[in-house]
């Protein structure tokens, strides 16, 4: 079984800063995509950015050049630095990670996290 444990939501001013941290546990043998999504209120949840296990990344447009996506091979944990965040930054944001449990590539299957909030407000 294999749990995604987010951290490091919280209420930031305008301009400020926040990372989040999320970490996989359970049994792993292989983490493919690792990626972080958010859902404000009254929409759709959307890819905020993501990371592939070769270093690749890709970014929505809207957090391109303020957010970063990180991982931590080591600790089975990806990270997500929000600089100069927005009032339309607030959402509940979600970790997402494509594991494989096993060698069998059978094994393969796609986690979320439970959610953290993350407000934006002056």
């Known amino acids: 079984q294999v749990q995604l444990v987010e951290s490091g939501g919280g209420l930031v001013q305008p301009g400020g800063s926040l990372r989040l941290s999320c970490a996989a546990s359970?049994?792993?043998?292989?983490?493919?995509?690792m990626a972080w999504y958010r859902q404000a209120p009254g929409k759709e949840r959307e890819l905020v950015a993501l990371?592939?296990?070769?270093?690749?990344?890709n970014y929505a447009d809207s957090v391109t050049g303020r957010f970063t996506i990180s991982r931590d091979n080591a600790k089975n944990t990806v990270y997500l630095q929000m600089n100069s965040l927005k009032f339309e930054d607030t959402a509940v944001y979600y970790c997402?990670?494509?594991?494989?449990?096993?060698?069998?590539?059978?094994?393969?299957?796609?986690?979320w996290g439970q959610g953290t909030q993350v407000t934006v407000s002056s």
């Open positions: 997402f990670a494509d594991i494989q449990a096993t060698p069998s590539y059978s094994s393969r299957r796609t986690y």
């Open positions: 990371l592939f296990n070769d270093g690749r990344t």
């Open positions: 359970g049994t792993i043998f292989y983490i493919n995509t």
